[in-house]
């Protein structure tokens, strides 16, 4: 598990996902009291240590499960204390660490679920009874870190190091607190320490780069933080204090350029970790939809698929009407390549929330994807029913619907698209060749200029435009001058079989045509080349215009990609082999 490092003086609060408060109140009854004296057993021997009263809190905000395994785990430890009263036995060095692991082990439940004050006293009173384990000063540090109490957190932090001095989280989150404190040169000293460690940290290098700048030492803060952008370069929380190192040299550029990529967010965004094992067991303690949603999520973010599919199974077992969480599951099912488990989560999904705009949407692509196009549709119509923001689903609806010849349809979808979206570059695309195809190629020759003019650096608009110029069949739309222009400037850098036979297209429209065979030959050699001669072959047609001195006017074939959009045909929902 690794523990995001962020700013701000709380920011390092341990991730929990179960989504209720450390609540004051308590529950009265006989589980109260836990830990204190009772009657006569105040007597028993003056080894036993005098711990702190543990009592649970109000439970009934949390998933059932959870209120189960709390409960088990205080009826647990109530036993072990009443065994050691009942039996007047001295507490021997065994028994003491059996409930202090007893003890932190109901810490960590209360943790996770943000009980943070009961926690407390759990592993206060485990740190009492085995006052040797870093872990229980530990858990009080990050507890305290969670807390803002960063003071408190320095405090058992230095503990945890007085019993393993190269405890790598500990110097790293020490380190972190110190810079929060204002203790900059007292920062440096642990993470130097940690540095000996891990030299190539991006966690270190990061706090080190922020302590740098706390001392207004700007190039060390920049030569640090520049280190730790080049190892993680997805840690977009570098870049506010790395614009701040910046400023400080007065390199107004660089600083802008790296303000610019914090999207206005004051550092936030992707963050630096570090692997913290103990906080790990933190996040997983509690059982329940929320925690294996987030241990999901964590493996989708490192792209563990399995590990997601499995986290994301167990949380439908406790909520199986969570239509969201199957979402989740089938995202990471199609990433593993099991198309057939995903369309069975989509489905289950559905039947729970009918209205579920995002699983229609998911279905669609499925079967788009495997060539049922007419189903696609009527999933991806569902989609954007039930939620007409959904621009992806439009769009994807108005490709398939162009790919079989609606157009008219394709153009309305295509049209919703740029309400959504006026800068959509597949949107303008799609319509205007939906205009070509529906023959009305003055309407298409004019979103396409305009479309060149949003989009100058995109290639496609140009060539389509100087397509259009050269071979519509309509006399006031072909423009052979102003099309051989736009295609030779693209014949620069863009040497593909397309752009040969718009260069063909274009020069047979101004007469030149043994010029335009020589294109033509050459956008049918490199299609033969590239492996598909079937595309040469359907070349040839052209080929034999010029070759008469006849231009051409028919801009695109049938069958070419521009008149079909959409993705590759594959076969996901074969049964597997035997």
Known sequence: MARGLLTGSVAATVLLACGHGSGASVTTGPLSGLGGTRGASAQVTAAEPTLLPVVLPDLSGMHESVQEQLRAAYASLQRMSQSVQEAQESASEPRRRERSEAYGELGKLLMAGKYLDVAERCFRNAQILAPEDFRWPYYLGQLFISEGALAKAVEHFKQVLRLRPTDFPTLVWLGYVYIELGQPEAAEAVLAKARTLSPDSPAVLYQLGKASLAKQDYASAVQYLEETLRLNPAAAVVRYPLAMAYRGLGDLAKAQSNLDQTNGRGGAGTTVTIPDPLMADVTAALRSPEVFAELGQQASARRDWPEAVAQFRKAIELAPDNAAMRLN??????????????????????????????????????????????????????????????????????????????????????????????????????????????????????????????????????????????????????????????????????????????????????????????????????????????????????????????????????????????????????????
């Not at 995002?358 to 119509?381: C, K, N, Q, V």
């Not at 050699?525 to 034999?544: C, F, I, K, T, W």
Request: net charge negative; with cysteine.
């Open 329 to 578: 599951l089938a995202q990471a099912l199609i990433r593993m390549g099991d198309a057939r488990a995903a369309l069975t989560e989509l489905e289950a999904a559905i039947r729970v929330n009918p209205s579920l705009a995002p699983a229609h949407f998911m279905i669609g692509t499925l079967l788009e994807r495997s060539g049922r196009d007419e189903e696609a549709i009527d999933e991806y119509t569902a989609a954007v029913t039930n939620d007409r923001s959904l621009r992806g689903a439009h769009l994807r609806l108005a490709d398939a619907l162009r790919r079989i010849g609606r157009l008219d349809a394709a153009l309305s979808s295509y049209q919703r698209v740029l309400e959504l979206d006026p800068d959509s570059e597949e949107a303008h695309f799609g319509e205007a060749m939906s205009l070509v195809r529906l023959s009305r190629h003055s309407e298409a020759r004019e979103r396409l200029r305009v479309a060149m003019s949003l989009h100058p650096d995109q290639p496609a608009f140009a060539e389509a435009l100087a397509r259009l110029l050269a071979a519509s069949p309509d006399p006031q739309v072909r423009d052979g001058w102003r099309s051989l222009d736009l295609v030779q400037a693209l014949a620069k850098e863009h040497k593909t079989t397309s752009v040969a036979e718009t260069m063909a297209m274009a020069l047979a429209e101004v007469g030149r045509f043994a010029e335009a065979a020589e294109w033509q030959r050459l956008a049918m050699s490199v299609a033969m080349d590239a492996g598909h001669p079937e595309a040469a072959q359907r070349m040839a047609a052209n080929l034999a215009l010029y070759q008469r001195h006849e231009p051409c006017r028919t801009p695109w074939r049938d069958d070419d990609p521009e008149y079909r959009p959409g993705p590759k045909v594959e076969r996901l929902f074969d049964p597997p082999p035997f």
